[in-house]
């Protein structure tokens, strides 16, 4: 999700501004994406680089979303999606970590839409954690490198037991996956999009999965 930065600059606005019109997208794109049928929605809504940002909007992000665990998830529970959550989070508060747990507990049970949200998460930093734990079971012994397997692999990494994308959407123009589901995007249909985050609805999706729909996945292997 990108271009919020952009389109609050457009307008003469504070950054704020567009992540808070960013959070209503959000909102537009879980409906679109149960309206549409869709089991599995991964959202990149905070990234591990992002921490660089100047403290003010690093504040701003994080109240934000301190604001939507609190006042959207009773509804998300209630529409029967199950939020889990991806990424570092104890970089976050105490109370953002705790309203995320409050969140993954208080949805487990729901057989909807399965709703994971990446916050502070970074590809790069997902593989290098399974590289090392991995590492660390080979030198105590509970693991021979030699069984050592993509599935086991897998299993290491913070979306064990989500299934790997089908397609992945960007916004704003950009032309590149910056550091989002690395490993698991190996064979995902890309769909680059021009539009603003904050201006992303139902009709951006529809045309994505229309996209999706016209592509011929082949998996590495050769066309019939």
């Known amino acids: 999700m990108d271009g919020n930065g952009r389109w609050a600059a457009r307008?003469?606005?504070p950054r704020l501004a567009g992540h808070r019109e960013g959070a209503r997208a959000v909102r537009r794109?879980?409906?679109?994406a149960?309206?549409?049928g869709v089991g599995w929605l991964t959202l990149y809504a905070f990234s591990s680089e992002n921490w660089r940002r100047p403290h003010g909007e690093v504040r701003d992000l994080t109240g934000l979303l301190r604001h939507y665990l609190r006042t959207e998830i009773a509804e998300l529970?209630?529409?029967g999606v199950r939020i889990r959550a991806i990424g570092d989070r104890e970089r976050f508060d105490p109370d953002i970590r705790a309203l995320l747990v409050a969140a993954e507990r208080g949805t487990i049970g729901n057989t909807g839409l399965n709703l994971t949200i990446a916050l502070s998460y970074g590809g790069r930093d997902e593989i290098l954690a399974a590289a090392r734990a991995a590492a660390r079971e080979v030198a105590e012994g509970r693991l021979d490198p030699a069984m050592l397997d993509e599935a086991m692999f897998e299993?290491?990494?913070?979306?064990?037991g989500i299934p790997d994308p089908d397609l992945v959407i960007r916004t704003s123009g950009e032309r590149r996956l910056s550091n989002f589901l690395l490993w698991q995007s190996a064979y995902a249909e890309l769909v680059f999009q021009d539009v603003l985050w904050p201006d992303f609805g139902p009709v951006q999706f529809a045309e994505a999965l229309a996209e999706y729909a016209r592509r011929e996945r082949r998996f590495g292997a050769r066309p019939g």
């Open 11 to 13: 307008r003469g606005l």
């Open 77 to 79: 529970a209630a529409n």
């Open 34 to 36: 149960r309206d549409h």
């Open 155 to 160: 299993g290491l990494l913070s979306t064990a």
């Open 29 to 32: 794109t879980i409906e679109a």
